[in-house]
């Protein structure tokens, strides 16, 4: 079941998705994305693929299945699926009730996605029921801060950006752990604001 009042908060915010999320902060994050994403193998989900922004950084020939809460973000995001060099399938689903088999996937991927799950420890045991046993989880996420004064910034932030879009204060590494997950290690990207994190299912 979709959560609409979710899909109708970002289906307003497509209009304006792909010049705030678009060529610069693409540019800055570019090497990273495509050094976290150039280890999918199998059978790959990518959760919240909003308007196919980071199709640009998938290598091509894998096989992945692609998800998004919005309607009118998977619409905009279809040409860019449709060039991919490889399969990509585009689903319109919610992470907290998808209706994949348990250890459908190989590899679960996300970025700058657990920011903004209504109930991420929820959203993330439902990755984790997806995944194979031993399967990994790979993110690009901005978390919360313990670096003052960017951790103060991020909670009085918060209350506002929630409204429009993510969560700026979230401890989604201690989300993971809360969900089940093993072997996590987290690879600043910047600061402790943005980082890679990678973990395993058991």
Not at 69 to 84: F, G, P, Q, T, V
Not at 136 to 147: C, I, R, V, W, Y
């Amino acid at each position: 079941m979709i959560d609409t009042a979710t899909e109708r908060k970002w289906d307003g915010a497509v209009r304006g998705y792909d010049v705030m999320n678009g060529y610069g902060p693409e540019w800055r994050w570019a090497p990273w994305k495509r050094r976290l994403f150039s280890a999918m193998q199998g059978k790959v989900l990518f959760l919240a693929i909003g308007t196919g922004q980071d199709i640009q950084f998938f290598p091509p020939g894998r096989d992945i299945t692609a998800i998004d809460i919005s309607a009118r973000m998977l619409e905009r995001a279809r040409s860019r699926a449709e060039r991919y060099p490889g399969h990509l399938e585009l689903r319109h689903l919610d992470v907290h009730d998808m209706n994949f088999s348990d250890g459908a996937f190989d590899q679960v991927f996300t970025s700058c996605t657990f920011c903004s799950v209504p109930e991420p420890v929820k959203g993330l045991r439902a990755v984790g029921r997806v995944l194979k046993s031993g399967g990994t989880l790979g993110m690009f996420e901005h978390t919360g801060s313990h670096l003052f004064p960017f951790g103060l910034m991020l909670w009085l932030m918060t209350p506002l950006s929630r409204w429009v879009g993510p969560e700026l204060n979230r401890d989604t590494a201690g989300n993971v752990r809360r969900a089940g997950f093993v072997d996590i290690t987290v690879e600043p990207v910047y600061l402790d604001v943005v980082n890679v994190i990678r973990a395993k299912i058991p």
